[in-house]
Every structure is written in structure tokens, then in C-alpha cells.
């Protein structure tokens, strides 16, 4: 019997490798501290035993969120913003817009195609992401200009979330008494990291009204994500 056995008598030499069985060991008999550093095998682990609780990652989990490899982080692990991942709109002039002239004028710009998020007004005309990062953003204009001299501009405005209004970006044209209507557009790309918004002024200096022509083929601003900061 165990009595008749004394406690150093048994040792691992003594015991064949077949006698000890999983009905042999209590449930916890087995801690951390018993197994060696390379004794658990990807072959000894079940399929989908592994789960996120389980993994060392730096950062919480957000939903939509991939596992990135980052060697300076703790586990080497960080949950990461996919980046192609944010709002893209396009929209375009329902009517045409009348224009005074020597006037910086925000364009009416109130008909959507699409706005993926939700982020450009129609009754503001500004599109504000939410999303930090760097966006493309671009408007084309068409005007009737009449046959007379004179030059006009399209500007892309930040209107940041403090502070005043600034331009990003400007297109400048001039009307050399020939052309009766003329095209314009202007291209950037920004940087979003508070609450700024976007919206497309014009400024024409004819000495008279002047139209902008309406449709989705002439007058748009539309713009999307390129990628996080």
C-alpha cells in the first residue's frame, strides 16, 4: 500500500513512462510553473482554444479594426484603423447661382451623389469629417463669363473647428474677351486632425453679375479619405 512506501522511494526512474495516465492527475496538479518554456507544440493545442483574451496585444480591440505587427509595442501586436477605411462624398450645383461681382461668394453646392458617412450638409454646403487623416478634396466650376476681360477665382476654405476661415487652395483665371464661358477646377490634399469643415468660395471680377452654371457635369466638390495620419 502507499503507507508501506516511503515518500523518497518513488522516483521518475522507477515509474514507466505509460503508468502515468490523464485519470492520474488531479486538475490542478498541472501549473504553469511545471511545464518547460518549449513544452507546449502548436500540435498539443485545440483548434480555436486560442482567443483574443488570450493574446498579448498593446491597445484594446475596436471593432472594424485589424491586428497589426508592431515590434516596439507590448507583445509585438496593436489593433490598427484599416486605412482605407473613411468617407468619400461627391455633390453637385441643383441650380444655377448667381454671383456678384468683386464678392468672395460660397458656393451653393446642395445636391449629393453619395456621402458614404454623412459628413457633407446640403444646407451649409461644407463637408467635416470626423475622421482623422489626410483627404483629397476637389471642385470644378463653370461659368458664364460673356465676352469681356476679367479674371476670377475658386477657392477650397478651411473653416477649422477655432480660429478664422483660411484658404487651402486656389484656382485664378483670366478671360481674354473671347471666351463666353469658362471651366475651372482645383485639386488638395489635407490634413484633418480636429473638427474643420470644407466648403468651395468663388470670387469673379467682371464688373457684373456673372452665373454659375449648374449640374453634376459642370459645378461639384467632392473629395475622400486617402489614409490616417
Known sequence: TTAKIADSNVTTAKIADSNVTTAKI???AVTSAKLADDAVVQA??????????RLQVSNAPTNGYFLSAQSGNTGGLTWAQ???SGPIFRAHMGSDQTISTATDTTLEID???FDSDSMYNTTTYKFS???NGYYYLFAKIHLTVGTQDHNFAVTIVRDPASGSDYDEATSYTWNENFNTE???QVVTIVKVEA???FYVNIYQGSGSNKDVESGLKKTTFQGYYIRGI
Not at 46 to 52: S, T
Open 182 to 184: 469658362l471651366v475651372t
Open 26 to 28: 488531479a486538475d490542478d
Open 44 to 53: 498539443a493545442i485545440a483548434d480555436e482554444a486560442v482567443n483574443e483574451a
Open 82 to 84: 484599416a486605412s482605407a
Open 129 to 131: 469629417p470626423t475622421t
Open 195 to 197: 473638427a474643420d469643415s
Open 111 to 113: 445636391t449629393e451623389s
